[in-house]
T-cell receptor, first 113, second 111 residues
Framework: NAGVTQTPKFQVLKTGQSMTLQCAQD?????MSWYRQDPGMGLRLIHY???????DQGEVPNGYNVSRSTTEDFPLRLLSAAPSQTSVYFC????????????FGPGTRLTVL | SQQGEEDPQALSIQEGENATMNCSYK?????LQWYRQNSGRGLVHLIL?????REKHSGRLRVTLDTSKKSSSLLITASRAADTASYFC???????????FGTGTSLTVIP
């Protein structure tokens, strides 16, 4: 199993550009989520999904969109990048019907100029 | 913010010593988890403790949970240089579908 994969590993954008961060998992997990990690702030939840076709907002959803058309994929879209979105982004997945750990991807380091 | 907080923010110890870090959270929880993050990497799950459990062990790890004080502690015994990492607690609330992470403790183990 590949686990949770994320692409790209690094990305530089200019203010106003849009892009999609990709996340995929091959463990048949119902729950998938996106976090951003900023120095001194820990991880903050952006959006999450408890199954295909179901998404919801986390703590910091503004400026981001998600969709979940399949169990495996959970892309995160930045609509119009801003310098405040410079961060490291992590995707995670887990089973949902029983309390289990989350599995994290390796992260995407995004810089918005 | 629903985030929890870890204490201390940073901890430096000699190899072989024990390391203790604490986590406080704000709401009723279903379970609490501890994760490790090595520099530049994703988080790796260490241990999960349910809200009806008070203590749990896994190898050199010991976790306690006090739901009346909304706090947890992680003890790493006989630390090794390879334990150098950041450690985060995460809670799943009893009413919601969200996980909340603390701000992390940066542990340095000096060989």
């Amino acid at each position: 199993n590949a686990g949770v994969t994320q692409t790209p590993k690094f990305q530089v954008l200019k203010t106003g550009q849009s892009m999609t961060l990709q996340c995929a998992q091959d463990m048949n997990h119902e729950y998938m989520s996106w976090y951003r990690q900023d120095p001194g702030m820990g991880l903050r939840l952006i959006h999450y999904s408890v199954g295909a076709g179901i998404t919801d907002q986390g703590e910091v959803p503004n400026g981001y969109n998600v969709s979940r058309s399949t169990t495996e994929d959970f892309p995160l879209r930045l609509l119009s990048a801003a310098p405040s979105q410079t961060s490291v982004y992590f995707c995670a997945s887990s089973y949902w019907t029983r309390p289990r750990e989350q599995f994290f991807g390796p992260g995407t380091r995004l810089t918005v100029l | 913010s629903q985030q929890g907080e870890e204490d201390p923010q940073a901890l430096s110890i000699q190899e072989g010593e024990n390391a203790t870090m604490n986590c406080s959270y704000k709401t009723s929880i279903n379970n609490l988890q501890w994760y490790r993050q090595n520099s530049g990497r994703g988080l790796v799950h260490l241990i999960l403790i349910r809200s009806n459990e008070r203590e749990k062990h896994s190898g050199r790890l010991r976790v306690t949970l006090d739901t009346s004080k909304k706090s947890s502690s992680l003890l790493i015994t006989a630390s090794r240089a390879a334990d150098t990492a950041s450690y985060f607690c995460a809670t799943r609330t009893s009413t919601g579908n969200q996980f909340y992470f603390g701000t992390g403790t940066s542990l340095t183990v000096i060989p």
